[in-house]
Each structure stands twice: as structure tokens, then as C-alpha cells.
């Protein structure tokens, strides 16, 4: 078999695989291109859109331009922090109809370190447990459900209408069910 000579003088198979090799190149440096980009503009881990914001605005009153392509990303956070366990005062009550309920759940959370109200009995039997919190406690009362294995699906701010329950200074109140969750009595 005969080969052809390109126009050029070469093999025209060899050049044929040579320009595929080429876009092949070019194809993987503008994804190297691309991956670089994005994360050269995304914020550091861990910084706040402020910081961001004000990195950016330094770079330009340096007499570096600051990047255009990135804005400052709100981040704000409907949860206040958690507190000391010892700045937050919980009650529990016994909504299960179980002796010691209420008290096995406080004793783990004295153990915690949390600032607890003497244990009460809720007037009537509950179904669900429940977590209620004050406003700012949110963090706190996910917490305290976790440490009690109560499901932080279970934590809800505190009902505009009031408990049947005096709820004394409390920012946490846990009101036991009977359906399983919370710590049993030993």
C-alpha cells in the first residue's frame, strides 16, 4: 500500500492524530482554566461575606483591582450562637405518665452542666415529645434534644398560646411523650 504525501510533506494519518492531540490539549487547559478560576473566586473557608467583602475592597485601595466577577455573599444566620450550658435555664416535664421520667432527663442534663428548674409533671399525657425555646435558644435546644435522643425535628420555638405549664425563667422547656423519645427512667 502506497502512502500519500500531504500538500506539506507529511503523513497525513500523523497529522490527523497530531491536531486531535492539540484540541485534546486545548480542551483539558480551559477546564484546568475553569477550575482554577472558580475556586481563585470563591471565598476562603471559613471567612464571612464581610471579611470577603473587605479583602476585596483592600486589594483595590492597594492599587490591585479587585475582582470583579465576586460579590460579597450574605450569610446570616437566623440561629444565636449556643450558650454555656450553665447560661441556660431548662425545665423538664413529664407529659409521659411515667414516674421519673422527668427526672432521669434532668439528671443527664445536670451532668451536662446545664442550669436546670426542678422537674414537673405536665397536666396531661402527650403523644409527641416536644422541645420549646425562648428566642436566642434554638442552638441550646437542639443541643439538649440531641443529648436526650429526642429528634431535633421536635424542636420548635415556644407557642404564642401558653403552656399549661408554669414555665417559670426557663429557655428551654422538654415536655416528654409517650412516644419513646427522651432518656427512660433507670
Known amino acids: 500500500m502506497a502512502r500519500t504525501q500531504s500538500p506539506h510533506g507529511g503523513n497525513p494519518q ?22 482554577l478560576l472558580a475556586r481563585a473566586t470563591e471565598p476562603e473557608r471559613g471567612a464571612t461575606a464581610t471579611e470577603s467583602a473587605e479583602s476585596a475592597t483592600s486589594a483595590s485601595a492597594n492599587g ?30 413529664n407529659g409521659r405518665g411515667v414516674a421519673g421520667a422527668a427526672k432521669a432527663n434532668a439528671d443527664a442534663l445536670r451532668v451536662l452542666n446545664y442550669n436546670l428548674l426542678s422537674p414537673s409533671d405536665y397536666p396531661t399525657v402527650e403523644s409527641a415529645t416536644s422541645v420549646y425555646f425562648q428566642p436566642g435558644f ?30 417559670k425563667n426557663s429557655n428551654v422547656i422538654v415536655v416528654l411523650g409517650t412516644d419513646g423519645q427522651g432518656l427512660l427512667p433507670s
Open 64 to 93: 490591585k483591582p479587585a475582582p470583579t466577577s465576586v460579590a460579597p455573599v450574605a450569610t446570616t444566620s437566623t440561629i444565636a450562637p449556643k450558650k454555656e450550658p450553665q447560661n441556660v435555664v431548662v425545665l423538664v416535664a
Open 14 to 35: 500523523a497529522s490527523g492524530s497530531a491536531a486531535g492531540r492539540g484540541v485534546l490539549i486545548v480542551v483539558i487547559a480551559v477546564a484546568v482554566g475553569v477550575l
Open 138 to 167: 434554638q442552638a441550646d435546644a437542639i443541643a439538649i434534644a440531641t443529648s436526650l435522643k429526642i429528634d431535633v425535628a421536635r424542636v420548635t420555638p415556644i407557642p404564642a398560646t401558653p403552656l399549661p405549664l408554669d414555665i
